[in-house]
């Protein structure tokens, strides 16, 4: 490792990292010293959000839809052409399509099943293709309490987030001998723009529900992805990390 730093001179890619806990992410590894790429649906939002965490030299943007398989691939190969590695592959572009299973079309199903499920594994196809011939990598994966508890008006949320841990715990396995961790991310209530959409009244409920009664911050995920890239972890693979205030015990 070189500089100071948990993530000192590496290079991560963080999906969905224009806002929330995608952009608090990109922004915990910068300052531990990782050169960062913001990848957005939008590339204007992309750039503007890249734009406050440091120069050109160690910061980039990129547009991404986590779904297309040719953009998920190019984010990869590009991003080694301009930083020369990729050790830190963090999947967390998400969405919600919430309805009660009588209400939900299967359009919602498919676009919330394509965002998290297809994405995350294209992400970890595309990474773990770079990094398992250079011999080293983390990739995280950010799942949700959902996945594991099941939440009403989320089954398609709830089933996605759920076969995120099978991929990790499938590609961790087949990954390990290769030098290659692949670990999960389960965050429980945390404030950002979409639990922001939900009726104050239910948020309120949801936050009395947790053990610590208070929604969690996006840094406060952040904190347990930097933990995962770093060396701090190196022992760590097909792990679910829960960052929820103790909602699951
Ligand atoms: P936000 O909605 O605030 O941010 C999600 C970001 O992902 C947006 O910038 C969004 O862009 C982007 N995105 C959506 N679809 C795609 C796509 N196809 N390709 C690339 N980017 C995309 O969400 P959060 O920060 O709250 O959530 C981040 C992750 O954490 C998600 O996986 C979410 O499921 C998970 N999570 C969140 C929890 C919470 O309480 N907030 C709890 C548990 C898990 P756009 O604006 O274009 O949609």
Known sequence: MTGT????????????????IGLEIARLLREHGA???LADRDAEEAAAAA????????VWSRACDVTDEAQVDALVTETVERFGALHVMVNNAGITRDAS????TTQDFDAVIGVH?????LGVRAASAVMREAGTGSIINISSLSGKSGNPGQTNYSAAKAGIVGLTKAAAKELAHRGVRVNAVQPG??????????PPDVFAAREADIPMKRAGEPREVAGAVLFLASDLASYMTGAVLEVGGGRLM
């Open 35 to 37: 050169r960062v790429v």
């Open 117 to 121: 499920l297809r994405g995350t594994w």
């Open 189 to 198: 209530l945390i404030r950002t723009a979409m639990t922001e959409a939900m």
């Open 5 to 20: 730093g948990l993530v000192a001179g590496r290079t991560a890619i963080v999906t969905g990292a224009a806002r929330g």
């Open 101 to 104: 299973l009588r209400k939900m």
């Open 51 to 58: 734009a406050g965490l440091g120069d050109e030299e160690s």
